[in-house]
């Protein structure tokens, strides 16, 4: 696992006086589950929306999957799928519909758009809900489905944000099984969270607090290097957490 797939230098992004990303520099292996955490307000979001080539860096760049943010961001959107903490699906479309549109948006057509549908369709395990309207699924359901419209165009590098914000713990362990299967295969997944058993879940981590990367390594590494006397994710996070709020209050 030596193919550095995404790499952020000196990655910066300001809104007026406020400082959402500080100075990122990361490397993230091919076949990686890589995990951004943080309080709210830490800068994932922001740090996501400039990978996928959404939000220009206000300084520094990030080459992801061999293409520079900077100079060709509607190169990357080819190269990469991305789950956004709304899911961005047509509610008033059936999961099928919501398939089709989006297959279609990355050009597929024809029997190679039917054969990639079905592919995905089975490895998510869609096939009983393909009538069914988007609005109506569970959170469980809709996940999949997003998942599902983010990686019709075989992206090597997935980008999660929030992918299980409101949705059931038996879900939440299914769709980690798919992820890491995912990752197995070759596809480089950069997931966020904020749920600990999540975070232990991933190859490594980057803690972000206020837009600086405080820690970055295996989940078991990143709560010593935090401090404070935090001796698993957990309590690093809620040390976070905790520092955050007295500085806002
Ligand atoms: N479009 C924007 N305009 C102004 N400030 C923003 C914008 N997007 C994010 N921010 C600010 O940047 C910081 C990081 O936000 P964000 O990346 O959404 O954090 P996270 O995803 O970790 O919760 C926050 O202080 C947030 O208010
Ligand atoms: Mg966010």
Known sequence: ???????????????????????????????????????????????????????????????????????????????????????????????????????GIYGLEGPSKRGRIAEVVSFLGL???????????????????????????RPPVLFLDEPTAGVDPAARRGFWQTIHSLAAQGTTIIVTTHYMDEAERCIRVALLSQGHLIALGHPDEVAAQVGQGAKTLEDAFVALQERDEQEQA
């Open 127 to 153: 096939d009983r809900r393909l009538g069914q309207l988007a609005g109506t699924l569970s959170g469980g359901w809709k996940q999949r489905l997003a998942l599902a419209c983010s990686m019709m165009h």
């Open 1 to 103: 696992m030596t193919e550095v797939v995404v790499e952020t230098k000196h990655l910066t992004r300001r809104f007026g006086a406020v400082v959402a990303v500080r100075d990122l520099n990361l490397q993230i292996f091919k076949g990686e589950v890589f995990g951004l955490l943080g309080p709210n307000g830490s800068g994932k979001t922001t740090t996501i929306r400039m990978l996928c080539g959404l939000l220009a860096p206000s300084e520094g760049t990030a080459i992801v999957a061999g293409v520079d943010v900077r100079e060709a961001p509607d190169r990357i959107k080819e190269l990469i799928g991305y789950m956004s903490q709304r899911f961005g699906l047509y509610e008033d479309l059936t999961v099928a519909e919501n398939m089709d549109f989006y297959a």
